[in-house]
Protein backbone atom coordinates (compact mmCIF):
# COMPACT_ATOMS: atom_id res chain seq x y z
CA UNK A 1 0.00 0.00 0.00
CA UNK A 2 1.24 3.71 -0.40
CA UNK A 3 0.60 6.86 1.70
CA UNK A 4 -2.53 7.04 3.92
CA UNK A 5 -3.84 3.84 3.07
CA UNK A 6 -0.62 2.16 4.04
CA UNK A 7 -0.97 3.94 7.45
CA UNK A 8 -4.00 3.10 8.29
CA UNK A 9 -3.67 -0.41 7.28
CA UNK A 10 -0.06 -0.52 9.42
CA UNK A 11 -2.16 0.59 12.70
CA UNK A 12 -5.43 -1.49 12.07
CA UNK A 13 -3.75 -4.38 10.80
CA UNK A 14 -1.16 -5.36 13.72
CA UNK A 15 0.13 -9.27 13.03
CA UNK A 16 0.17 -8.39 9.46
CA UNK A 17 3.38 -6.76 7.66
CA UNK A 18 2.27 -4.00 5.65
CA UNK A 19 4.69 -3.09 2.62
CA UNK A 20 4.59 0.43 1.68
CA UNK A 21 5.16 1.42 -2.53
CA UNK A 22 7.80 3.78 -2.84
CA UNK A 23 7.72 7.07 -4.66
CA UNK A 24 10.20 7.00 -7.46
CA UNK A 25 11.95 10.07 -9.26
CA UNK A 26 10.43 8.90 -12.34
CA UNK A 27 7.18 8.85 -11.42
CA UNK A 28 7.10 12.51 -9.82
CA UNK A 29 8.67 13.89 -13.35
CA UNK A 30 6.06 11.81 -14.96
CA UNK A 31 3.38 13.70 -12.58
CA UNK A 32 4.98 17.19 -13.34
CA UNK A 33 4.94 16.66 -16.81
CA UNK A 34 1.31 15.53 -16.78
CA UNK A 35 0.77 18.87 -15.07
CA UNK A 36 2.55 21.15 -17.37
CA UNK A 37 0.68 19.44 -20.14
CA UNK A 38 -2.83 19.60 -18.71
CA UNK A 39 -3.01 22.89 -16.77
CA UNK A 40 0.31 24.84 -17.78
CA UNK A 41 0.56 25.84 -14.47
CA UNK A 42 3.03 28.93 -13.21
CA UNK A 43 3.49 26.89 -10.11
CA UNK A 44 2.77 23.27 -8.89
CA UNK A 45 2.63 21.72 -4.92
CA UNK A 46 3.16 18.43 -4.19
CA UNK A 47 1.73 16.81 -1.83
CA UNK A 48 2.69 14.13 0.21
CA UNK A 49 0.59 12.26 2.87
CA UNK A 50 3.30 10.95 5.80
CA UNK A 51 5.79 9.67 3.06
CA UNK A 52 8.40 11.99 1.98
CA UNK A 53 9.39 12.20 -1.76
CA UNK A 54 12.96 12.87 -2.02
CA UNK A 55 14.96 14.90 -4.49
CA UNK A 56 11.98 16.11 -5.72
CA UNK A 57 12.67 20.20 -5.81
CA UNK A 58 15.88 19.13 -7.74
CA UNK A 59 14.23 17.30 -10.43
CA UNK A 60 11.41 20.72 -10.48
CA UNK A 61 14.63 22.80 -11.18
CA UNK A 62 15.93 20.22 -14.21
CA UNK A 63 12.75 20.66 -15.58
CA UNK A 64 12.38 24.42 -14.92
CA UNK A 65 9.46 24.07 -12.92
CA UNK A 66 7.66 26.01 -10.01
CA UNK A 67 7.41 23.27 -7.73
CA UNK A 68 6.75 23.69 -3.92
CA UNK A 69 6.90 20.32 -1.66
CA UNK A 70 4.89 19.76 1.32
CA UNK A 71 5.85 16.34 2.70
CA UNK A 72 4.84 14.27 5.46
CA UNK A 73 1.40 16.06 5.60
CA UNK A 74 -0.74 14.63 7.88
CA UNK A 75 -3.90 12.97 6.16
CA UNK A 76 -6.15 15.32 8.54
CA UNK A 77 -4.00 18.37 7.34
CA UNK A 78 -4.47 17.77 3.74
CA UNK A 79 -7.17 20.52 3.23
CA UNK A 80 -5.26 22.95 5.17
CA UNK A 81 -2.17 22.34 3.26
CA UNK A 82 -3.76 22.86 0.08
CA UNK A 83 -5.37 26.13 0.98
CA UNK A 84 -1.91 27.13 2.43
CA UNK A 85 -0.76 26.03 -1.13
CA UNK A 86 -3.46 27.69 -3.29
CA UNK A 87 -2.47 31.33 -0.67
CA UNK A 88 1.01 30.76 -1.78
CA UNK A 89 0.26 31.19 -5.72
CA UNK A 90 0.29 26.97 -6.65
CA UNK A 91 -2.21 26.92 -9.11
CA UNK A 92 -1.92 22.63 -9.41
CA UNK A 93 -1.93 19.81 -7.01
CA UNK A 94 0.50 16.76 -7.02
CA UNK A 95 -0.59 13.99 -5.11
CA UNK A 96 -2.17 11.21 -4.14
CA UNK A 97 -6.04 10.32 -4.14
CA UNK A 98 -6.37 12.25 -0.93
CA UNK A 99 -4.54 15.01 -2.28
CA UNK A 100 -6.96 15.04 -5.28
CA UNK A 101 -10.08 15.27 -3.25
CA UNK A 102 -8.42 18.03 -1.05
CA UNK A 103 -7.56 19.82 -4.44
CA UNK A 104 -11.06 20.23 -5.99
CA UNK A 105 -12.18 20.66 -2.66
CA UNK A 106 -10.22 24.12 -2.67
CA UNK A 107 -11.04 24.52 -6.44
CA UNK A 108 -7.65 23.83 -7.61
CA UNK A 109 -7.05 21.38 -10.63
CA UNK A 110 -4.92 18.26 -9.77
CA UNK A 111 -2.74 15.26 -11.43
CA UNK A 112 -2.61 12.08 -9.00
CA UNK A 113 1.08 11.02 -8.51
CA UNK A 114 0.81 6.97 -10.18
CA UNK A 115 3.37 4.51 -9.13
CA UNK A 116 5.11 3.05 -11.65
CA UNK A 117 6.01 -0.79 -12.58
CA UNK A 118 9.15 -0.47 -11.28
CA UNK A 119 8.29 0.81 -7.71
CA UNK A 120 5.63 -1.97 -7.55
CA UNK A 121 7.79 -4.53 -8.60
CA UNK A 122 10.45 -2.96 -5.86
CA UNK A 123 7.78 -3.58 -3.15
CA UNK A 124 6.23 -7.21 -4.49
CA UNK A 125 9.88 -8.39 -4.04
CA UNK A 126 10.50 -6.99 -0.54
CA UNK A 127 7.17 -8.21 0.32
CA UNK A 128 8.33 -11.76 -1.34
CA UNK A 129 11.53 -11.45 1.10
CA UNK A 130 9.35 -10.16 4.27
CA UNK A 131 6.98 -13.30 3.92
CA UNK A 132 10.27 -15.51 3.57
CA UNK A 133 11.58 -14.14 6.68
CA UNK A 134 8.65 -14.88 8.36
CA UNK A 135 8.48 -18.23 7.21
CA UNK A 136 11.90 -19.29 8.17
CA UNK A 137 11.20 -17.29 11.88
CA UNK A 138 8.16 -19.55 12.08
CA UNK A 139 9.81 -22.69 11.56
CA UNK A 140 13.05 -21.65 14.10
CA UNK A 141 10.34 -20.90 16.60
CA UNK A 142 8.16 -24.61 16.33
CA UNK A 143 12.40 -26.20 15.94
CA UNK A 144 12.59 -24.26 19.64
CA UNK A 145 9.38 -25.00 20.39
CA UNK A 146 9.71 -28.75 20.17
CA UNK A 147 13.41 -28.51 21.69
CA UNK A 148 11.45 -27.14 24.81
CA UNK A 149 8.20 -29.25 25.29
CA UNK A 150 10.19 -32.79 24.46
CA UNK A 151 13.14 -32.29 27.08
CA UNK A 152 13.63 -34.31 29.76
CA UNK A 153 15.30 -31.14 31.83
CA UNK A 154 13.26 -28.08 33.27
CA UNK A 155 13.59 -25.36 31.14
CA UNK A 156 12.68 -22.41 31.47
CA UNK A 157 12.94 -18.50 29.50
CA UNK A 158 13.22 -15.34 30.66
CA UNK A 159 13.08 -11.92 29.26
CA UNK A 160 15.58 -9.13 30.58
CA UNK A 161 12.56 -7.44 32.33
CA UNK A 162 13.22 -10.94 34.92
CA UNK A 163 9.27 -12.48 33.27
CA UNK A 164 8.88 -15.53 32.72
CA UNK A 165 7.94 -16.14 28.17
CA UNK A 166 8.38 -19.48 27.83
CA UNK A 167 8.20 -22.57 30.46
CA UNK A 168 8.00 -26.71 29.56
CA UNK A 169 6.26 -29.08 31.66
CA UNK A 170 9.07 -30.24 33.31
CA UNK A 171 9.81 -27.07 35.24
CA UNK A 172 5.85 -26.75 35.62
CA UNK A 173 5.63 -29.86 38.02
CA UNK A 174 8.85 -29.19 39.34
CA UNK A 175 6.78 -26.22 41.25
CA UNK A 176 3.96 -28.48 41.70
CA UNK A 177 1.97 -27.43 38.64
CA UNK A 178 1.81 -23.74 39.17
CA UNK A 179 1.29 -21.29 36.27
CA UNK A 180 4.81 -20.08 35.22
CA UNK A 181 3.96 -18.14 32.02
CA UNK A 182 4.22 -14.07 31.97
CA UNK A 183 5.05 -14.30 35.73
CA UNK A 184 8.46 -12.39 36.98
CA UNK A 185 10.76 -15.16 38.22
CA UNK A 186 11.70 -13.27 41.65
CA UNK A 187 8.23 -14.33 42.56
CA UNK A 188 7.39 -17.20 41.37
CA UNK A 189 10.44 -18.91 41.27
CA UNK A 190 12.58 -17.12 43.67
CA UNK A 191 15.47 -19.65 44.33
CA UNK A 192 16.46 -18.89 40.65
CA UNK A 193 16.42 -15.14 40.73
CA UNK A 194 20.38 -14.61 41.59
CA UNK A 195 21.46 -17.22 39.23
CA UNK A 196 19.14 -15.31 36.88
CA UNK A 197 20.70 -11.74 38.12
CA UNK A 198 24.38 -12.73 37.85
CA UNK A 199 23.86 -14.27 34.27
CA UNK A 200 22.10 -10.99 33.49
CA UNK A 201 24.97 -8.89 34.77
CA UNK A 202 27.57 -11.34 33.23
CA UNK A 203 26.17 -11.59 29.92
CA UNK A 204 27.47 -15.51 30.60
CA UNK A 205 26.69 -18.85 31.24
CA UNK A 206 27.14 -19.49 34.77
CA UNK A 207 28.77 -22.73 36.05
CA UNK A 208 26.32 -25.72 36.58
CA UNK A 209 25.24 -25.58 40.09
CA UNK A 210 22.90 -27.63 42.56
CA UNK A 211 20.02 -25.93 43.60
CA UNK A 212 17.29 -27.00 46.27
CA UNK A 213 13.88 -26.07 45.34
CA UNK A 214 11.73 -25.34 48.44
CA UNK A 215 8.97 -27.38 49.59
Known sequence: ARGYSAIVLSRKINRIPVIRISVSAYDVISAISEA????????IALLGTEYKVYETEEIAQMLRVDLKVYDSVRHEDLGKMTKTAKASGCECIIGGYSA?????????PAVVLKTG????LQSLEEAVRTVD???QERLLAEMYKTI????????????????????NRVIRRMNGNKSLENKPI???VPYLYELY?????????QPAALI???D
Request: a positive charge; hydrophobic letters at 40%.
Open 133 to 135: RIH
Open 197 to 205: KKTLESRAA
Open 36 to 43: MQRYSPKR
Open 148 to 167: IYSSQDGILYVDQDGIIRVR
Open 100 to 108: VIAAAEAGL
Open 212 to 214: PIP
Open 186 to 188: KMV
Open 117 to 120: ENAV
